[in-house]
């Protein structure tokens, strides 16, 4: 079996998606054809490659696109349970229901993330089952309420397709989330490249059936992965030497990123061949595209959790920095689109140049102005 990452670029062709939303779709057949029948072992536990993946952009970014191309194979497949659509905790717990004699494997795929998911209240239980069911345990889990009686299932696995805007995203994820670690969880792709120019687009559909038989080939493996001696090697060397979480709220993703590696490693593996074995070369790609996606989280987790005060610390840190000095009376002007009232303004002027980061220059004809002291954004937020 060829490169399947690289046979499924070619077969998504050119598109409004960026390549990275493309490949990590690739990534997701694989997952979710697989499930829990491969893993490796880790801390005495069975570790399934399962994957929750967020594409992330402004509208209009390719995200549908992708998803599209990806359940355009998976339906001819026919290898994955799928469910696209509104969701809610209770309907999750439902489609896996033991009553149901179906497999509770599932792929959930939500294009408009803020749409499938509901208010904030119906998005808190979804995303705390989600949190809770992402490790695909072997034992019973129950899920009761009185008026829909006791829900039980085992051996369940989930993987999640996820398409958001940053605003979505704000809209769809409670700030608990953040704090109880989803984001941990997730591989957050994040496109913060300009939008395409529209194009007439042209998948290959030639090599569609290809990538069907090997994913029926996949759908047919069981048992566990290996690393190879130099797999293994390479793994635990990085692993004792990767540096320490730079702030608390991190610290969930630092914890989980060897998860990842090891995650990824299989895919990448998978995609190679059927031979179950990790060489090193897997170890070291999987690192790179964890840790790229895991690079975004600390902007995304910083937003999400945003109030509306340190919404607005960021609007107007972000309006100095680009601007390096910027009048007093042209800052408030700029923020009222933003509903920033002038007292808002200053307050907010004021916790900056109390962090060290914008200092107060020389009035001009009466008015301050502000110039930005540091030479990067907090967190490396400049892409925004």
């Given amino acids: 079996m060829s490169n399947f990452i690289d046979r499924y670029l070619r077969y998504a062709g050119i598109s409004a998606a960026p390549q990275e939303f493309h490949r990590w779709c690739a990534l997701q057949a694989i997952s ?22 967020f594409l992330v952009g402004a509208s209009g970014s390719g995200k549908g696109v992708a998803t599209s191309t990806l359940l355009r194979l998976l339906y001819a497949a026919k290898t994955v349970r799928t469910y696209s659509g509104m969701i809610t905790a209770q309907h999750l717990c439902d489609l896996l229901d033991a009553k149901r004699k179906r497999e509770p494997k599932l792929l959930l795929v939500t294009e408009e993330l803020s749409l499938s998911v509901g ?17 695909c345990s072997p034992y019973e889990f129950s899920e009761g309420t009185r008026t829909h009686g006791t829900v039980r299932f085992s051996n369940h696995c989930i993987c999640w397709n996820a398409g958001t805007t940053k605003e979505w995203l704000r809209d769809a994820i409670p700030r608990s989330a953040v704090e109880g670690g989803f984001f941990a969880r997730v591989n957050c792709v994040v496109y913060n490249g300009p939008i395409r120019r529209p194009v007439k687009a042209k998948p290959d559909l030639t090599l569609l059936q290809g990538l069907v038989d090997d994913l029926i080939v996949l759908r047919g493996l069981n048992g566990p ?52 074995i990790i060489e090193r070369d897997h170890i070291v790609q999987a690192r790179q595209l964890a840790e790229e996606t895991l690079r975004h989280l600390p902007s995304i987790i910083e937003y999400v959790a945003m109030t509306p005060d340190s919404d607005g610390v960021r609007y107007v840190r972000n309006a100095i920095y680009d601007a390096g ?60």
């Fill in 32 to 53: 979710s054809t697989v499930m829990d029948r491969v893993w490796v072992e880790s801390a005495g536990e069975q570790l399934p490659p399962n994957l929750y993946v």
């Fill in 325 to 384: 000095r910027i009048v007093h009376n042209v800052l408030v002007r700029s923020m009222m689109r933003h509903g920033l009232t002038a007292t808002k303004v200053r307050e907010h002027v004021d916790t900056l140049v109390q962090g060290g980061f914008v200092r107060v220059d020389a009035s001009v004809r009466g008015r301050p102005a502000y110039e930005w002291r540091g030479s990067t954004l907090p967190q490396q937020q400049s892409g925004e």
């Fill in 119 to 135: 208010d904030k209240q119906l998005a808190d239980r979804l995303i705390r089952l989600a949190t809770a069911l992402y490790m």
């Fill in 225 to 276: 992965m290996i690393l190879s001696s130099d797999a293994e090697e390479s793994y635990w060397d990085w692993f004792e030497r990767r540096p320490l979480a730079t702030e608390y709220i991190l610290e969930p993703v630092w914890m989980r990123v060897p998860i990842h590696v090891l995650k990824i490693a299989m895919l990448l593996s998978l995609g190679d061949s059927t031979s179950m």
